[in-house]
């Protein structure tokens, strides 16, 4: 048997200084499928926070063996209409309409949920209840993620580096599909001067700041080695690692994982 793809690769997003705070973690998904959240949300469009709030409060709705890794993509075509999102990038755009590109509708707007690769209409009512559909059933494959602070650099230097690394192992070495690695960054918050959200301050959490991949399964695997540059204004004990695995053909989402398991049992411990 070959063996599994290896990717080295470097990314750098701002030229500061900055420093991570968390310490190394390590996670690995289980047998359960788990749900994957992807909410496309701007801050030019007045129905947006609503759906975000609903996104920053899931956790708590849930049950507490619930699987589910939530993302908020900011989307930059509304960024014409009076105000600019800090958070949106084009790739998201694209994202969207990649998803939307596999399902029988094909209209784009804002606030519109997807659960693993699915879009989801009626996400105020039946969130909760298509996750718990979702985690039913066993996961055909299996993500392990660790992010690592690699350095911390001199002032007036790049900001310290995460070294994120990630493996992908499928039951069935046929099975197709790529990975994606993401950071995520929760406790933004902004004050809308224009647009239909003009006087508003909103907040966000698991806000996608950084999305890489794809990169593809061969024969069932796939290994990935990643170093970013984390920007000064991010606040690293706020950050996230998102590894997700999307099959080939139709764009589902077949398991994810998140480091905020990690966060997550740090606040546990010191309650």
Request: proline letters at 6%; hydrophobic letters at 45%; one cysteine or more.
């Amino acid at each position: 048997m070959k063996p599994s793809l290896i990717f080295t690769l470097g990314a750098s997003l701002c030229a500061a200084s900055a420093s991570y705070a968390g310490g190394a973690c390590e996670v690995k998904s289980g047998p359960a499928t788990a749900a994957l959240v992807e909410l496309y949300t701007s801050e030019g469009c007045s129905s947006c926070p609503p759906a975000d709030s609903q996104l920053s409060n899931l956790r708590r709705q849930l049950d507490p063996n619930a699987v589910m890794v939530p993302l908020a993509l900011h989307v930059s075509y509304w960024d014409r209409i009076g105000w600019k999102d800090v958070f949106a990038q084009k790739i998201f755009d694209a994202r969207q309409s990649a998803l939307l590109a596999k399902r029988r509708n094909k209209v784009a707007y804002t606030p519109q949920f997807f659960v693993n690769g699915d879009e989801l209409r009626d996400w105020s009512a039946v969130l909760p209840a298509e996750i718990r559909r979702i985690n039913a059933q066993p996961a055909p494959l299996t993500i392990s993620l660790k992010s690592t602070p690699a350095r911390r650099a001199p002032i007036a230097a790049a900001g310290a580096t995460l070294l994120l690394e990630a493996e992908v192992t499928a039951a069935d070495p046929r099975t197709a599909g790529a990975l994606y690695l993401a950071l995520s960054e929760s406790g933004l918050v902004s004050h809308v001067l224009r647009g239909e959200n003009g006087g508003a301050t909103l907040r966000h959490d698991d806000t996608v700041r950084l999305w890489l991949g794809p990169f593809p399964l061969a024969q069932g695997k796939v290994r990935v080695r990643q170093d970013v540059s984390l920007p000064a204004a991010w606040r690293s004990e706020h950050v996230q690692a998102v590894a997700l695995v999307q099959s080939a053909d139709d764009a589902r989402i077949l398991q994810a994982v998140s480091t905020a398991q990690c966060q997550a049992a740090t606040s546990a411990r010191s309650l």
